[in-house]
């Protein structure tokens, strides 16, 4: 296996202390990180128990009322800052989060590029957090909305996008005047620790320690006790659709806000004059890349009759080709699922679709080494495969055959998930049924562009089972702000709105 430099330049020792607010902290039970390529551990994580989650908090409180008052672009300055660090660091970074991750390298770097991506976008940002005025109906009266920051935004992340769903949140939060505590996921603590490592080399001259925190803990304590806490009016949350339940049910109860990015099941539609080249990379992109662990990895193709013998016979060869293995070497394609529990859903998976009578045209087992390694896999679906309608976080992909493109949107949209969804094809009543108000369901809808490898400039995220809520680009930044609606009187007089006589 590779040599871990990396390791060393990012400051990663044996043992780490998994917590962050003005100090290390970790007063928890040890977490090991574990390579996926071949099992081994990384290193060691003192986690954070719940004395340190309060220290936490109420470190994170105390800043908010200086952040808070930090004029915006000033607050934009230090996160043009935080963009240099990332840039210095994107190979190294880039390393890391492929070797405790597994995507291959290239993907490793394009997320810590994701990461400098919506930094640079929030600093622009940082002078264009607009309120609209109003006209009064009143003489003499001034209406406006003004945004003001919220307090501490708690960010839950999942394993597979361990450092850049985190920057989507805490780079516009930053500007927004917030300040953030960050649970990743306890199966990516390292790249965590690794990106506070850099955010404090930026934050501690400055004095802005606490501003972004980092709590390495397991769900069910500090995750909960974060969850819960009337202190955080915000908690983001990446992850399952179950997950999201769990944690839009609980913020909800406290009447907190919570913005969900859940489970995908995203599919594309392919009609009959689409370019066979575009469709195979980007279906390959979409279903292989990042071991299928993209919550926008493609999941479902949708094959018009005509050409779906020759696409299907296309993928079947391009997927004979993806090399597997150690995803830091740069020939790989495909590196290993994040785990052993990510092969025992695969292979359940497989199971079901087998019971089910989908046939399975390549790939559909577990590979006998070291490391969590499964093959990409193409299953002949039908309709009535209740696993299709799943989010298997793995590289299979179910191929349906369709007639109209009518059918197809009917299918696409039947499952209960509604992230992201695309069309190939020139045909220009098609692109404008699929993207109608009776075309796709999805937040994201795209032509001839595949599912996943969406850019930081729109809204990102999806409806139904998938949460509602938008990160990244576009007017995401609300989310992170209270709006107040003002209203001054310069007049000598108290008129009344609607005109009310009183007294
Ligand atoms: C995720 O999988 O949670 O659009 C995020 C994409 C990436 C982000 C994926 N920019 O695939």
């Avoid at 839950?156 to 361990?162: K, S």
């Avoid at 018009?304 to 696409?311: A, E, G, L, N, R």
């Avoid at 595949?450 to 995220?461: N, P, V, W």
């Amino acid at each position: 296996m590779s040599k871990l430099d990396f390791l060393s330049e990012l400051g990663i020792e044996d043992v780490n202390l998994g917590g962050f607010s003005t100090e290390w902290l970790g007063s928890g039970n040890e977490l090991e990180s574990i390579a996926p390529a071949d099992g081994s551990k990384i290193a060691s994580i003192q986690q954070c128990d719940s004395g340190d989650y309060e220290k936490i908090m109420q470190d994170a409180s105390n800043v908010f009322t200086r952040w808070r008052m930090e004029p915006a672009p000033k607050r934009g300055e230090v996160v043009r800052l935080l963009a240099n660090e990332f840039r210095k660091y994107k190979v190294s970074l880039g390393k890391l989060i492929s070797w405790e991750m597994g995507k291959i390298q290239a993907e490793g770097e394009g997320e810590v590029q994701e990461m400098i991506d919506i930094a640079d976008y929030a600093v622009g940002l940082s002078r264009q957090l607009y309120g609209k005025t109003m006209h009064s109906e009143r003489p003499n009266h001034r209406m406006y909305e003004q945004w003001h920051p919220l307090g501490i935004v708690g960010i839950v992340t999942a394993f597979n996008f361990p450092g850049a769903v985190w920057a989507w949140n805490a780079m516009i939060a930053a500007v927004c005047g917030d300040v953030m505590v960050w649970k990743p996921s306890s199966k990516t603590p390292l790249t965590a620790i690794a990106i506070q490592k850099i955010v404090n080399r930026v934050l501690e001259p400055l004095g802005w320690n606490g501003v972004m925190s980092l709590l390495v803990g397991s769900s069910r304590d500090v995750g909960e006790m974060l969850v819960h806490d009337r202190r955080a009016p915000l908690i983001s949350a990446t992850g399952s659709c179950n997950m999201g339940r769990k944690i839009g049910g609980a913020v909800s109860k406290r009447l907190g806000r919570s913005l969900l990015e859940l489970g995908g099941n995203n599919g594309i539609i392919v009609m009959p004059d689409a370019d066979p080249e575009l469709v195979l990379r980007a279906v390959v992109f979409g279903a292989v890349g990042t071991t299928g662990q993209r919550c926008t990895s493609t999941r479902r193709l949708f094959l018009h009759k005509d050409i779906s013998k020759d696409i299907t016979q296309r993928l079947v060869d391009a997927y004979s080709q993806v090399k597997i293995g150690n995803p830091l070497n740069p020939d790989t394609i495909m590196g290993p699922l994040v785990d052993g529990g990510a092969v025992n859903d695969y292979e359940a998976a497989l199971k079901i679709i087998k019971k089910e009578k989908g046939e399975i045209l390549y790939g559909g087992n577990k590979l006998d080494r070291p490391g969590f390694f499964v093959e990409p896999t193409l299953v002949k679906a039908h309709n009535k495969m209740e696993i299709t309608r799943e989010e298997t976080f793995a590289p299979i992909l179910y191929l349906f055959e369709f007639e109209n493109l009518n059918e197809a949107i009917s299918m696409h949209n039947s499952v209960d998930q509604g992230l992201s969804s695309s069309i190939f094809t020139r045909d220009m009543q098609s692109v404008e049924n699929f993207l109608s108000h009776a075309g796709s369901d999805c937040g994201i809808a795209n032509v001839n562009i595949g599912t996943s490898g969406a850019e930081i400039g729109g809204a990102f995220g999806g409806e139904k089972d998938t949460g509602g809520g938008r990160e990244a680009g576009s007017d995401s930044w609300k989310i992170y702000m209270r709006r107040q609606t003002n209203t001054l009187n310069w007049s000598d007089d108290l008129p009344l709105a609607q005109g009310i006589e009183f007294g």
